[in-house]
């Protein structure tokens, strides 16, 4: 997907890489081996070219940061393909207050990590676990669960991000994780069908409060049902969307 796009170039568009792909240029190497396009001056053309070469090597190179500043966050699905293997679906819960975790979970697409606040959320620990990712997927992540980490761990993160919930957006489906998952026919334990957000945060003070050992593993199975089921959206929706946008042309 992402040789095939033109979004991250300066001042171009949806409405413009579309005009590039109904000159039949549909990937960098056509881009480059065509000495003019219609709409670009031949200097701003070879100002672009200059870029498009930036690009491939840095996909060559795995800075991913490249894309991270110059691809618009709604286009980031565009380098999963390349990254699927080296991704890692996260996801948080809190005490219901903005920037306080209590469960956090990693999934890399085999297994699961749970950090838990008091027993083994230490920032270290986590940043060295987040540093072996190249690209981030999550549900409401780019609103909600990114920006908290950052601040509670006091990080920056310079790698691609998909939020599925804007991919689904755009594909027409709203509302919830659980709502979409059901759309998709992405099922969840019995245990923890039906349990919302809300009814984390009340586990977690019965947790803290009681030490009701049954009240915490019921939000780590809650969460790990979270970053589990990332991964089938990601795999359902994601080629979809590109198919739409590409596709159509």
Known sequence: MITHSFIFLP?????????????????????????????????????????????????????????HHN???GEHYRLYNQLK??????????TGY??????LGLYDGTDTKTFVRGINMDRKTVLDELSKYK????????????????????????KPHVDLRFVCS?????????KIEKVFNLKRDDEVE????????????DWRKN???????????YNEEDIVNLKPLAEKTIPRLWEKHFKSI
């Open 71 to 73: 691809l618009p966050k």
């Open 11 to 67: 001042r171009v568009s949806h409405a413009t890489e579309r005009k590039i792909w109904n000159q039949n240029i549909h990937d960098w190497d056509l881009f480059l081996k065509n000495k003019s396009i219609t709409g670009f001056s031949s200097v701003r053309k070879e100002f672009l070219n200059a870029h498009v070469i930036r690009a491939r090597n840095a996909l060559r190179n795995d800075e991913f940061d490249f894309f």
């Open 135 to 158: 690209m981030a997927v999550s549900f409401n992540g780019l609103s909600f669960d990114m920006p908290i980490m950052q601040k509670y761990f006091g990080f920056k993160w310079n």
């Open 194 to 205: 039906g349990m919302s957000g809300e009814d984390a945060v009340t586990l977690w003070r």
């Open 211 to 221: 030490h009701n050992r049954d009240a915490l593993d019921k939000i780590i199975a």
């Open 170 to 178: 755009r594909l027409g489906y709203s509302g919830g994780l659980k």
């Open 98 to 103: 903005h920037g306080d975790i209590t469960v």
């Open 85 to 94: 293997y080296d991704v890692v679906f996260l996801d948080i819960e809190t």
